[in-house]
T-cell receptor, first 110, second 112 residues
Framework: QKEVEQNSGPLSVPEGAIASLNCTYS??????FFWYRQYSGKSPELIMF????GDKEDGRFTAQLNKASQYVSLLIRDSQPSDSATYLC??????????FGQGTRLTINP | KAGVTQTPRYLIKTRGQQVTLSCSPI?????VSWYQQTPGQGLQFLFE???????NKGNFPGRFSGRQFSNSRSEMNVSTLELGDSALYLC???????????FGPGTRLTVT
C-alpha cells in the first residue's frame, strides 16, 4: 500500500463547477497535510495546508481533513480554465520529509 | 521576498560523470529539502538540511549527497551518473517553526 494515494485522473470538470480532489494516507500518526498545484513544466506551488480536522477555506479553495478516516480533500469552487493542472497531495513525515501522492490531473473545460 | 532559486536550470551530463546542483532558500529560511521528480516515481524525498546538519534522508543510494552552508544555501551532488538519474531536481525551503515548504523552479538533469 502506498503511503499517500490519489486518483491519477484525469478529472474533467466544466468551468464554474466544483472540482473535488481526494487523497488518502496510511500513517495514522500523520499531522500535517499539503496540497500543491503543478503546471506542466513547472515546479509545485503550495496552495493549501491543513493540520486540524475539519475544513479550511482560502478563497476558492477548501481543504478538508478527516484523521479518523485518513483522508484529505481539496475542493475548488467556481473552477477556471487556469485551474487546469496536476494537484499533488503531500503528508509531512517529520523533519520536513514530505511524501507525495502521484498527483491528480485536473482539466477544466470552458 | 525573493523565492527559492536553483542553479543551473538545465544540465546535460554523460553517464559516469558527477554533477553539483545549487539551491538558495527564501531569505530567513533555514531548512532546505531536496526532491527528485520523475514521470515513473513521482516526487521523492532525497534529504533535508537544517543549520548545516542533515536531519533526514530518503531511500536513495550513497551517490546522492548534499550539504548546507552557514548562509543556508545548499548543494546536492550526484556522483557516477546513471541514465536513471535523469529527472527534475527540486529544492524547497521552510521557515523556522513552520512546516510549509516552498519549491524552487528546479534543475532539469538529463543523463546521456
Amino acid at each position: 500500500q502506498k503511503e499517500v494515494e490519489q486518483n491519477s485522473g484525469p478529472l474533467s470538470v466544466p468551468e464554474g463547477a466544483i472540482a473535488s480532489l481526494n487523497c488518502t494516507y496510511s500513517d495514522r500518526g500523520s499531522q500535517s497535510f499539503f496540497w500543491y498545484r503543478q503546471y506542466s513544466g513547472k515546479s509545485p506551488e503550495l496552495i493549501m495546508f491543513i493540520y486540524s480536522n475539519g475544513d479550511k477555506e482560502d478563497g476558492r479553495f477548501t481543504a478538508q481533513l478527516n484523521k479518523a478516516s485518513q483522508y484529505v480533500s481539496l475542493l475548488i469552487r467556481d473552477s477556471q480554465p487556469s485551474d487546469s493542472a496536476t494537484y499533488l497531495c503531500a503528508v509531512n513525515k517529520g523533519a520536513q520529509k514530505l511524501v507525495f501522492g502521484q498527483g491528480t490531473r485536473l482539466t477544466i473545460n470552458p | 521576498k525573493a523565492g527559492v532559486t536553483q542553479t543551473p536550470r538545465y544540465l546535460i551530463k554523460t553517464r559516469g560523470q558527477q554533477v553539483t546542483l545549487s539551491c538558495s532558500p527564501i531569505s530567513g529560511h533555514r531548512s532546505v529539502s531536496w526532491y527528485q521528480q520523475t514521470p515513473g516515481q513521482g516526487l521523492q524525498f532525497l534529504f533535508e538540511y537544517f543549520s548545516e546538519t542533515q536531519r533526514n534522508k530518503g531511500n536513495f543510494p550513497g551517490r546522492f549527497s548534499g550539504r548546507q552552508f552557514s548562509n543556508s544555501r545548499s548543494e546536492m551532488n550526484v556522483s557516477t551518473l546513471e541514465l536513471g538519474d535523469s529527472a527534475l531536481y527540486l529544492c524547497a525551503s521552510s521557515g523556522p517553526g513552520f512546516n510549509e515548504q516552498y519549491f524552487g523552479p528546479g534543475t532539469r538533469l538529463t543523463v546521456t
